[in-house]
């Protein structure tokens, strides 16, 4: 079965700084999804990373995949209040079916402060 | 492109009660996603359906819970006989099956609450 972790759980950090997301899953995957979630709504999408050294930059966002070790990062460049939310990522299991069902990890609260 | 809507945004309900929510999708995708998201967690796969088949289950569907896709566009998921523990945020996502690489689209979900 499928499981992906994110670390940490909740983070606070001040504006400017630079912080790192962590999503670690435990199957084979190459395809790999986050997304971001804003309180009391949906789910929006960010990056879907299909290949080992995959990286992609958006504004302040740059997220990467490595499937040798079954690891995607999520990097924060000099966090702004705006991207004060909570970040998903989601992993499709390459051993099932072909309906490319999402299991996404626990999520990362964040809070950019002043 | 008017993205995926559900329908309601909220739903109060006593206990044993019944429950139906609209998904209508993103018009040209051809699968379509049911999740589960309880507060502070991840969504959970419940269904999916690519057009109007239902392809595939989660072992979290039980037997009072049942979706269809009778014309391939719009899908309704029913809760029979509501319990607390169903409280949570259902959402819908759509996405294009001829390219399995794009994300899924996500609605607003609906809220339900059990009394």
């Known amino acids: 079965e499928l499981k992906v972790e994110q670390n940490p759980l909740f983070l606070s950090m001040q504006e400017g700084k630079n912080y790192t997301i962590y999503c670690n899953y435990s199957?084979?995957?190459?395809?790999l999804y986050w997304y971001r979630q804003d309180p009391g709504k949906s789910l929006e999408s960010l990056f879907v990373l299909l290949s080992n050294g995959a990286v992609k930059q958006e504004g302040r966002l740059m997220a990467s995949l490595d499937t040798k070790a079954r690891l995607s990062t999520l990097h924060i460049t000099a966090a702004v209040h705006d991207l004060s939310a909570t970040y998903f990522c989601a992993v499709v299991d390459r051993h099932t079916d072909a309906g490319n069902m999402l299991t996404f990890g626990g999520g990362t609260r964040l809070m950019v402060k002043p | 492109d008017t993205g995926v809507s559900q329908d309601p945004r909220h739903k109060i309900t006593k206990r044993g009660q019944n429950v139906t929510f609209r998904c209508d999708p993103i018009s040209e995708h051809n699968r379509l996603y049911w999740y589960r998201q309880t507060l502070g967690q991840g969504p959970e796969f419940l269904t999916y359906f690519q057009n109007e088949a239902q392809l595939e289950k989660s072992r979290l569907l039980s037997d009072r819970f049942s979706a269809e896709r009778p014309k391939g566009s719009f899908s309704t998921l029913e809760i029979q006989r509501t319990e607390q523990g169903d409280s949570a945020m259902y959402l819908c996502a759509s996405t294009d099956g001829t390219n399995s690489n794009q994300p899924q689209h996500f609605g607003d979900g609906t809220r339900l609450s059990i009394l």
């Open positions: 199957t084979t995957s190459d395809r």
